[in-house]
């Protein structure tokens, strides 16, 4: 688990390193999450000139909730049975959701050596980042 804290403050994770997709200059398919059980959200696309990055904000869904999960694809298109499973990722340390709760800033990043998520709690809080389900 990778943690950080303070104003500004993010940590960032590998998701797949040396991916193979990441090779040439440009990214090769597309990168984004799983947003229901056959398909995948994209938020980086292919083409687009590494590095490129693009931040998405998650806030928690219920009241007391500690923890936020993503699942990271990467795929020719956005549906589940074509893409290959990154892995499951948890980003905690935030304070449980009260009222509007924590907005969480999450970077999804794509550079010659992999592609990698950061995380930081938009007011500031502590956070945390762990890998919770491989491959």
Same mark, same amino acid.
Do not use: H, K, N
């Given at each position: 688990?990778?943690?950080?804290? /303070?104003?500004?403050?993010?940590? !960032? ?8 997709? %990441? ?6 398919? %597309?990168?984004?999450? /799983?947003?229901?059980?056959? %398909?995948?959200?994209?938020?980086? !696309? ?11 904000? &998650? /806030?928690?869904?219920? !009241?007391?909730? =500690? ?5 990271? &694809? ?13 892995? /499951?990722?948890?980003?905690?340390? &935030?304070?449980?959701?009260?009222? =509007?709760?924590? !907005?969480?800033?999450?970077? &999804? #990043?794509? #550079? ?18 762990? #890998?919770?389900? =491989?491959?």
């Amino acid at each position: 688990m990778l943690a950080c804290s /303070g104003e500004d403050a993010s940590v !960032e994770i590998d998701v797949e390193r040396d991916s193979p997709v %990441t090779r040439w200059g440009t990214l090769s398919e %597309t990168v984004g999450i /799983g947003t229901s059980p056959d %398909t995948f959200t994209p938020l980086l !696309e292919p083409g687009c000139p590494l590095p490129c990055e693009t931040t998405a904000t &998650f /806030g928690t869904a219920e !009241e007391g909730q =500690e923890e936020i999960l993503i699942y990271v &694809f990467r795929g020719p298109s956005d549906a589940i049975a074509t893409a290959t499973s990154l892995g /499951g990722f948890a980003i905690s340390g &935030f304070s449980p959701a009260t009222g =509007e709760g924590p !907005e969480i800033a999450v970077t &999804f #990043r794509a #550079r010659a050596d992999g592609i990698f998520l950061a995380a930081r709690d938009t007011a500031g809080g502590a956070i945390a980042i762990e #890998r919770v389900d =491989e491959r």
